[in-house]
């Protein structure tokens, strides 16, 4: 099946510090790209929706300006948390699809913000 | 709007022995229905899906599961479980035919004993 892997798988940093996670599709052109994120013991809730090439739309209560997502090209989406803080600290999963078939997710990124 | 409730965090059985995972969904729309399966530091995986075809749905790995709109349920079901069977369990339901708008449900683990 197709695979989607995300970089880091962890990342521990500190408050105020921007991270960047980086989601690729390894062997399909993902023309969408989606953001989850986990919380403990919690359902994945869906963060924003990127298309290649245009701008992410973000769910209701999502802060488009503190997780800034770049889907540049048709293989790799970018999640950025800017200035993080210990409440952001998550599980963050990925997924990507071609043209509205199953969605692949990545393994997620365990972020720590101290 | 769409909600997906799974009714058991955990669930332990022996190897060989059937297995239950439990799932209660809310949809305004005739719903599209998943279970996905995340083992520990994996992607999710999907198992299988129901979109308005039979209503029992066979997966892989032995799996399968039976949509019955008069009890809003979809459970997940095998007839004897294996050591590597144990993960996490989600219910999924999206409210079209496509993969577009996935609301997970919180996840069921499931152990497997000797």
């Known amino acids: 099946g197709a695979v989607v892997s995300q970089h880091p798988s962890r990342v521990i940093c500190k408050s105020g510090t921007s991270v960047k996670i980086e989601c690729r599709s390894l062997?399909?052109?993902?023309?969408?790209m989606f953001w989850y994120r986990q919380f403990p013991k919690q359902s994945l809730m869906l963060m924003a929706t990127?298309?290649?090439?245009?701008?992410?739309?973000?769910e209701q209560g999502v802060e488009k300006d503190k997780f800034l997502i770049n889907h540049a090209s048709l293989t790799l989406s970018t999640l950025t948390v800017t200035s993080a803080h210990p409440e952001d600290s998550s599980f963050y999963i990925c997924?990507?699809?071609?043209?509205?078939?199953?969605?692949?997710f990545g393994p997620g990124t365990r972020l720590t913000v101290l | 709007a769409q909600s997906v409730t799974q009714l058991d965090s955990h669930v332990s059985v022996s190897e060989g022995t059937p297995v239950l995972l439990r799932c209660n969904y809310s949809?305004?729309?005739?719903?599209?229905l998943f279970w996905y399966v995340q083992h520990p530091n994996k992607g999710l995986q999907l198992l299988l899906k129901?979109?308005?075809?039979?209503?029992l749905v066979k997966g892989i790995n032995g799996f399968e599961a039976e949509f019955k709109k008069s009890e809003t349920s979809f459970h997940l079901t095998k007839p004897s479980a294996h050591m590597s069977d144990a993960a996490e369990y989600f219910c999924?339901?999206?409210?079209?035919?496509?993969?577009?708008?996935?609301?997970f449900g919180k996840g069921t683990m499931l152990l497997v004993s000797p």
């Open positions: 997924s990507a699809t071609d043209r509205g078939n199953e969605q692949f």
């Open positions: 062997d399909f052109q993902a023309t969408t």
């Open positions: 990127s298309n290649e090439g245009s701008k992410a739309t973000y």
């Open positions: 949809s305004s729309y005739s719903p599209s």
């Open positions: 129901y979109t308005s075809a039979a209503t």
């Open positions: 999924v339901v999206s409210m079209n035919s496509g993969y577009s708008t996935l609301t």
